[in-house]
């Protein structure tokens, strides 16, 4: 059965040639040449959620009486090797995200590496005699259609949970922090881009944590409508060939091992034919993307300079910035933000896009729904992560130039409104603009007021 590096494998289409010493079977070949398309590999996470999903389903499978024990234990065991990332193993998954809309090619390769492995451990050569069929017994009481949007609710709560969460907090502590280290530096506003009344740095940097704990809070709340499953309704929602009760000690097997909270869907029909529940995700990483975007700009105009900009901030030098304009620095970290915020704004458009697609009882856009979702998720983590140690952790106020634009602004005499009016207040400006000069000698000028009370008014000691 093997030759040239090849064996033969077998399904309802026929003979298909496979690499010897891999562990796919028929279809993920078929799939592997006729998905020959980009080079986007389902996500991980993905395989991982569905290895844990098939896991889950021998256990349930065998205590229904549905599974022999041996073909279960077999199979528990090769899931379990492969969450304990055997490297090898994970070469056994090749399928690009473009392919069938459902997932189907990427559910059957889980399948047929699992039964393959499985029926190594119990003795047969692999590409010959063979126990554990990967349909009858691996995919047993499941369809893709159920499967799939299950796994993508998983990997979606696991990329939030272990890494864009972790690193969204750790990056709202570090603007905390700064907000109070910077609390008692006084500069000017800008509204319009124009100059602005003053305020302190640190009231500045209050309004980034403020925009960050708010998207954190979304980001919490939306995960909630995740923690329902649509495993147990099968091909179309009505649960044909999945066990009574099935849906409800998958969730509990799967809750236990994974720690989290979850519950069989209510209505599997909607959870098979849409996913709003993804695309709420998708809308609420959308939103910190926005605010990340004008909070790092900010931060990157700030520091323009270091002297023909503005200059209020100093950020880290970590690494040269031209290949000929020696000693110059660039605000790279920022940069890279600010690029990832408008890839994470694409993809929740094509996510949006794609929820759209379900047509009667199906959404055939799974795909690249979860593949956008994950890459959003995983680059906004990983983009927070340096942002916050090569950026924020070194960043300095540049007390001397935030001191000068405070003395030279016009708008700080907003606060002799009260005292004098608003029209007088427009001549003391004007003039200072025209003559350019202060506004203590605009006021002098005009003689609209004592100096000793412009001073008090102005804040000055």
């Known amino acids: 059965m093997k030759s040239n590096g090849q064996r033969k494998e077998y399904d309802s289409l026929g003979m298909v040639s496979v690499p010897r010493n891999r562990h796919w079977g028929a279809q993920t070949e078929r799939a592997r040449q006729n998905f020959a398309v980009g080079t986007e590999l389902m996500p991980r996470e993905i395989i991982a959620s569905l290895v844990i999903i098939k896991q889950a389903a021998a256990r349930v499978n065998a205590a229904k009486g549905l599974l022999p024990r041996n073909k279960a234990e077999a199979i528990i065991s090769v899931c379990e090797k492969i969450l304990t990332d055997d490297a090898d193993l994970w070469q056994d998954f090749p399928l690009k995200i473009w392919q069938s809309g459902s997932g189907t090619q990427t559910n059957m390769n889980v399948n047929e590496v699992i039964a393959h492995r499985a029926n190594v451990k119990l003795g047969s ?8 069929h990967p349909n009858d017994d691996v995919n047993m009481s499941q369809s893709t259609n159920d499967l799939f949007p299950t796994a993508m609710h998983l990997a979606t709560i696991t990329a939030l949970r272990h890494h864009l969460i972790p690193a969204l907090s750790a990056l709202h502590r570090s603007l905390v922090k700064l ?3 910077f609390n008692s530096l006084v500069k000017v506003g800008r509204t319009h881009l124009q100059d602005a009344v003053p305020l302190t740095l640190g009231e500045e940097f209050s309004g980034y944590g403020a925009q960050i704990a708010l998207a954190l809070e979304h980001i919490q709340l939306a995960l909630q409508p995740l923690y329902h499953l649509a495993i147990g309704g099968t091909a179309v929602g009505t649960g044909l060939n999945a066990p009574k009760k099935f849906d409800v000690a998958m969730v509990r097997i799967l809750g236990k091992k994974m720690k989290l909270p ?15 529940p993804l695309l709420i995700i998708s ?5 910190l993307a926005t ?11 700030l520091a323009s ?3 023909c900009g503005l200059g209020e901030l100093i950020l880290p030098s970590n690494e040269p910035g031209s290949s000929i304009m020696p000693g110059k620095v660039n605000p790279t970290q920022c940069e890279m933000v600010l690029m990832v915020c408008a890839q994470v704004m694409g993809n929740d458009a094509t996510i949006s896009f794609a929820n759209a697609q379900g047509d009667f009882e ?3 856009f799974k795909p690249v729904i979860i593949y956008n979702l994950l890459q959003a998720i995983n680059l906004l983590g990983d983009a927070l992560v ?5 950026a924020l952790a070194g960043l300095q106020a540049n007390r001397q130039r935030q001191a000068f634009f405070v003395k030279n602004s016009l708008m700080a005499a907003t606060a002799l409104n009260p005292i004098i009016g608003y029209d007088r207040v427009c001549d003391i400006t004007r003039l200072a603009l025209r003559r350019d000069i202060t506004l203590r000698e605009a006021c002098a000028a005009l003689g609209y007021m004592d100096l000793k009370e412009f001073d008090h008014a102005m804040g000055e000691k």
Do not use: Q
Request: with cysteine.
């Open 125 to 132: 050569k692999l590409g010959r005699k063979k126990s554990i």
């Open 386 to 390: 340096s942002f916050n140690r090569y």
């Open 262 to 276: 979850l519950r069989t869907a209510t209505n599997k029909f909607c959870m098979l034919s849409s996913h709003e």
């Open 291 to 301: 605010a990340l975007f004008k909070i790092v700009n900010d931060i990157r105009w």
């Open 305 to 307: 300079g270091p002297r």
């Open 179 to 181: 907000s109070k280290k």
């Open 362 to 364: 199906l959404n055939v």
């Open 283 to 287: 809308g609420a990483v959308k939103s």
